[in-house]
Each structure stands twice: as C-alpha cells, then as structure tokens.
C-alpha cells in the first residue's frame, strides 16, 4: 500500500513531507505510531499528557508547522497522534500541522516563524498561547490532553 506522502525539499525550511495523493477533509493522511518515550520536551517530541513525551516513528517528525495548517491531530488508540485532513490537500501540497495542536508550551523554536502562511502568528506557540477563537477553529483536531490542561491553569472549561 503506498503511503500518499512522501519527503522532498522544502523552500527555506529544510524538508518536509508533501502528498502524492490527494486528501479529503476528515480522511487520516498520516498514521501516528510511537517509536519511543522521552524524558524532556524537544522540536520532534509530541505531548501526549501533562508531563509526556514521545517521539513518533517514520517521516512524522519531519511535518513542518504551518500557522494555518491543512492538518489536525486526532489521538489514536496507542495515544499516537494521527494526523487528519483539516482541508483538502492536494497531490504536491505540502502537508502541515499547527504545533499547538499538540504541544501545551513551546519554547524552543526561533523567534520568528517561517511557515510563510497569511495568517501566521510571527511565531511558533503552544497551545497555552493560542486565542480563544484560533482554539475553537481547531476544536476537534487538536490533543484532548490540551483542553484538560487548559482548565487546570486557566480555569476554563474543559
């Protein structure tokens, strides 16, 4: 079975993984297993509770984050995160995610986010940082781990 994305070049960030298919909204474009626990937080680790690090096996750890992503994140039964067409996605669009979908806190990418979308935010945040109305937009598509952290510090509701 052939995977519908693949890893090339991309302009001014490295990599990334782009689709050899097209995507429908709602259809999983990629599957979330997990390689390996991690004792920190780091650019490839993915959140998967308050204090919960994992890395993700295959070409996962190269999507690039996208401010306004084709992407979400849909939890798995192995707490992986899969990966769901938020947009369609057509064969050569780069596939991207919004790293606040699944990551509380982010302080370690550069100042400046390079995602190049026209809503960018200016930089990379977590989930923490993210408007009320940008956390909406992703309601359903984001970690629920997030929505539980939220009330914890915030007092929001869940």
Request: hydrophobic fraction near 30%; charged fraction near 30%.
């Amino acid at each position: 079975m052939k995977d519908g994305f693949e890893l090339r070049k991309s302009s001014g960030k490295g990599e990334g993984i782009y689709a050899t298919q097209s995507f429908t909204v709602g259809e999983i474009v990629m599957v979330g297993v997990i390689k390996e626990a991690l004792n920190e937080n780091h650019s490839h680790a993915s959140q998967i509770g308050e204090n919960k690090f994992v890395l993700h096996d295959g070409l996962i750890t190269k999507v690039n984050h996208s401010c306004d992503p084709n992407c979400g994140i849909r939890v798995n039964e192995t707490n992986g995160h899969n990966f769901v067409a938020i947009d369609e996605i057509s064969v050569n669009e780069e596939i991207t995610f919004d790293y606040a979908m699944r990551n509380y806190m982010i302080d370690y990418f550069p100042k400046e986010c390079m995602c190049g979308s026209k809503k960018c935010r200016g930089r990379i945040t977590g989930w923490k940082d993210l408007s009320n109305e940008k956390k909406k937009d992703y309601e359903g598509f984001a970690a629920p781990y997030l929505l539980e952290l939220d009330a914890k510090y915030s007092g929001e509701k869940a």
